[in-house]
C-alpha cells in the first residue's frame, strides 16, 4: 500500500508541477507581439493596369501596379470614404502593399518583376450612386466607368 500512495503522490507532483515547467503558453505570443515591429504599407509608383469582373453579388476590381524596389508584398486596394462615393460618383482606393524589412538583391529590377496584384470584391448594396471608380498610386493612377 504505501507504495501506491507514493506513485500517487509523485504523479499529481509532477502534474502540478508540469504546467509551469516549461513554461506558459500565454507569455509567448505577447513576447513575439512586442518583439516584431508593425509592417508598414506604402503606396504603389504606379497603376499599371485595371480590370472589372461581375460577380453574383457585385463587381471584382482587379488592379495591377509597379512597386518602387522588390520584396513588396500584401497587395490591397483600400476604400476611400468608408465606401461612400465621392462628389464626382467615384469610388476611390489606394493601392498599397507592404514595404519589405530588408532589400531583395536581384539582377532583374524591371517594372515587371516588380509588379503586383490586388483584388476587392465591391458588394451590389455598395454600388448605388456611384459611376465607376478610381485607383490612386503614388504617381497618378487610373479610373474607370460602369
Not at 47 to 55: C, L, P, Q
Amino acid at each position: 500500500m504505501p507504495r501506491y500512495a507514493a506513485l500517487a503522490a509523485l504523479a499529481a507532483l509532477l502534474a502540478l508541477g508540469g504546467c509551469s515547467l516549461f513554461g506558459s503558453d500565454d507569455e509567448e505570443p505577447e513576447a513575439a507581439a512586442e518583439q516584431a515591429p508593425e509592417p508598414s504599407y506604402d503606396s504603389v509608383d504606379e497603376v499599371a493596369h485595371i480590370e472589372i469582373g461581375r460577380t453574383r453579388d457585385g463587381l471584382v476590381i482587379t488592379a495591377y501596379g509597379v512597386t518602387p524596389t522588390l520584396g513588396y508584398a500584401a497587395p490591397e486596394l483600400r476604400l476611400r470614404r468608408d465606401g461612400a462615393p465621392g462628389p464626382e460618383g467615384y469610388l476611390d482606393f489606394d493601392f498599397v502593399a507592404r514595404v519589405p524589412a530588408e532589400p531583395v538583391a536581384t539582377a532583374d529590377t524591371s517594372p515587371r518583376a516588380r509588379m503586383i496584384r490586388a483584388d476587392y470584391l465591391i458588394p451590389l448594396r455598395q454600388l448605388r450612386g456611384a459611376r465607376g471608380f478610381r485607383i490612386h498610386a503614388a504617381e497618378g493612377g487610373m479610373m474607370m466607368n460602369f
